[in-house]
T-cell receptor, first 114, second 114 residues
Framework: NAGVTQTPKFQVLKTGQSMTLQCAQDMNHNSMYWYRQDPGMGLRLIYYSASEGTTDKGEVPNGYNVSRLNKREFSLRLESAAPSQTSVYFC?????????????FGSGTQLSVL | GNSVTQMEGPVTLSEEAFLTINCTYTATGYPSLFWYVQYPGEGLQLLLKATKADDKGSNKGFEATYRKETTSFHLEKGSVQVSDSAVYFCALSQGGTSYGKLTFGQGTILTVHP
């Protein structure tokens, strides 16, 4: 059982380049989330998808787009990367039934924008 | 808006010492409260939770009590182990369909020495 899988694990970009962070979960969860983690600031919600076919902005959506490709996959795209987007990005899915309060996190993508 | 404040870190302890990590929050209504733990190189994992006032969450020897009168959810463990070395995050959500939309504290780094 892989849980939440993120790719890539590390990425270095130049300012202005674009890239897509991939996320997939195999737990049949409905809701998925993208967070960024910055030193001294905890994690902040970028975008989320409450169910397949829907997406909504979180606290810090500027500079990002998302796609809920199907129930399993939720990707995050940086169209024109900026140094301020240097961060660790985490994808998560929310449990259902008795675990509906619990987020299951991937292991993260460390992104550096030069 | 919602906010979570954790005690400043890092925290360094000897094995078998008592641990307290303070967490206070600001939120409307009756949020659900969580502690997540992040081991080196991994994503966050739910450690414990409490969903209403006076609830006590517990797991792996860790405990935290939801205190509405002091808007606090302090994490405690009676005897820490080297394997508890990690980053600990306090978080809240407004519950229901907002369970995955967490507001995190800045995280507290815990290092336990033999």
């Amino acid at each position: 059982n892989a849980g939440v899988t993120q790719t890539p694990k590390f990425q270095v970009l130049k300012t202005g380049q674009s890239m897509t962070l991939q996320c997939a979960q195999d737990m049949n969860h409905n809701s998925m989330y993208w967070y960024r983690q910055d030193p001294g600031m905890g994690l902040r919600l970028i975008y989320y998808s409450a169910s397949e076919g829907t997406t909504d902005k979180g606290e810090v959506p500027n500079g990002y787009n998302v796609s809920r490709l199907n129930k399993r996959e939720f990707s995050l795209r940086l169209e024109s990367a900026a140094p301020s987007q240097t961060s660790v990005y985490f994808c998560a899915s929310r449990g259902t039934g008795p675990t509906n309060e619990k987020l299951f996190f991937g292991s993260g993508t460390q992104l550096s924008v030069l | 808006g919602n906010s979570v404040t954790q005690m400043e870190g890092p925290v360094t302890l000897s094995e078998e010492a008592f641990l307290t990590i303070n967490c206070t929050y600001t939120a409307t209504g009756y949020p659900s409260l969580f502690w997540y733990v992040q081991y080196p190189g991994e994503g966050l994992q739910l450690l414990l939770k409490a969903t209403k006032a006076d609830d006590k969450g517990s797991n792996k020897g860790f405990e935290a009590t939801y205190r509405k009168e002091t808007t606090s959810f302090h994490l405690e463990k009676g005897s820490v182990q080297v394997s508890d070395s990690a980053v600990y995050f306090c978080a809240l959500s407004q519950g229901g369909t907002s369970y995955g939309k967490l507001t995190f504290g800045q995280g507290t780094i815990l290092t336990v020495h033999p």
